[in-house]
């Protein structure tokens, strides 16, 4: 068996978390709001969760994509109700996700998190 093709290190992905904030002010000096990059992060690990049909009439071609990410140890800001870009595409966070506790993570994630994406 050839294991030349087997990495021997896991390395994660950079993303984008997204902030709702304050980026300006209008002529009447009403704040105005947006989504805007609050940091990239890198060495995140990146897998499929599940993709489902939504039910009900409403939305027939309806379709809910969620994604299981894993935070590195070093961020350790909230993602509560922000977003975050994975491969060109925002999803919304599911929650407030927290970190293991430090004694239960031994490798360089800490953080699981999901994110969510629907369409249709």
């Not at 902030?19 to 805007?36: C, F, H, K, Q, S």
């Not at 994604?67 to 509560?80: C, D, F, I, N």
């Amino acid at each position: 068996m050839d294991l030349g093709a087997i990495p021997s290190v896991i390395s994660g992905e950079m993303v984008t978390v997204f902030a709702y904030a304050e980026v300006g002010r209008d002529d009447m000096n009403t704040p105005i709001y947006a989504w805007a990059p609050e940091q990239t992060v890198g060495n995140v690990l990146v897998g499929p969760s599940s993709t489902d049909d939504l039910d009900g009439s409403t939305r027939p071609e309806g379709v809910e994509v969620v994604l299981a990410l894993h935070w590195p140890k070093t961020y350790t800001g909230s993602l509560r109700g922000k977003l975050v870009e994975v491969r060109g595409t925002q999803y919304a966070v599911v929650g407030d996700p927290q970190p293991y506790t430090a004694a239960n993570t031994p490798g360089a994630w800490n953080r699981p998190c999901y994110l969510t994406l629907t369409e249709g």
